[in-house]
């Protein structure tokens, strides 16, 4: 597990290639000003900045592609062991990923408050997160089918499946 202890001067390091990440984003036009990385006993194995505008994709925030390069680099999808630097406070979608990639720490700089000040703002869906999904904004239904249960018992039939 990485060194939880804040003096460590590797946080310091992982931190800065961080912030230097998201500010070269923003120099370059390559997207919003978030920069992330990975790094595992002492290296960086995941570099990721905000490419959301430029590659058309709304899930390419810069911890989800570090995370992505990361899991390439270690040809593998659980990111145990690792920790991830990030410039700022992840939104949801991103937490999430990192709770699903089992990241063991995650470190950031500025806060969501921040992000939200300079137009980046998610609280509303954090807002809609704590709703029922009736009461959303977004319309969401569920639609009861018949066979809904068959993809399940087909991955708890299938002796070859990777548990994740």
């Given at each position: 597990m990485p060194d939880a202890r804040n003096d460590d001067p590797a946080h310091?390091?992982?931190?800065?290639?961080?912030?230097?990440?998201?500010?070269?984003?923003?120099?370059q036009g390559g997207?919003?000003?978030?920069?992330?990385?990975?790094?595992?006993?002492?290296?960086?194995?995941?570099?990721?900045?905000?490419?959301?505008?430029?590659?058309?994709?709304?899930?390419?925030h810069a911890e989800i592609v570090a995370i992505?390069?990361?899991?390439?680099?270690?040809?593998?999808?659980s990111l145990s062991g690792c920790?991830?630097?990030?410039?700022?406070e992840p939104c949801p979608m991103c937490l999430g990923a990192?709770?699903?990639?089992?990241?063991?720490?995650?470190?950031?700089?500025?806060?969501?408050?921040?992000?939200?000040?300079?137009?980046?703002?998610?609280?509303?869906?954090y807002e809609e997160i704590e709703q029922l999904p009736e009461q959303r904004r977004l319309r969401m239904e569920r639609l009861p089918a018949e066979k809904s249960q068959r993809p399940f018992e087909a991955w708890e039939a299938h002796d070859e499946r990777v548990a994740y």
């Open positions: 310091e390091r992982f931190m800065n290639e961080a912030l230097r990440l998201a500010e070269a984003s923003v120099q997207g919003g000003p978030f920069g992330a990385v990975v790094a595992r006993e002492g290296e960086i194995i995941g570099r990721g900045t905000n490419r959301v505008t430029p590659d058309g994709d709304p899930t390419a992505r390069r990361a899991c390439r680099a270690l040809e593998n999808f920790a991830l630097y990030a410039s700022c990192i709770y699903w990639a089992r990241l063991d720490a995650l470190y950031y700089a500025a806060t969501r408050e921040d992000a939200a000040r300079a137009g980046f703002d998610d609280a509303f869906i």
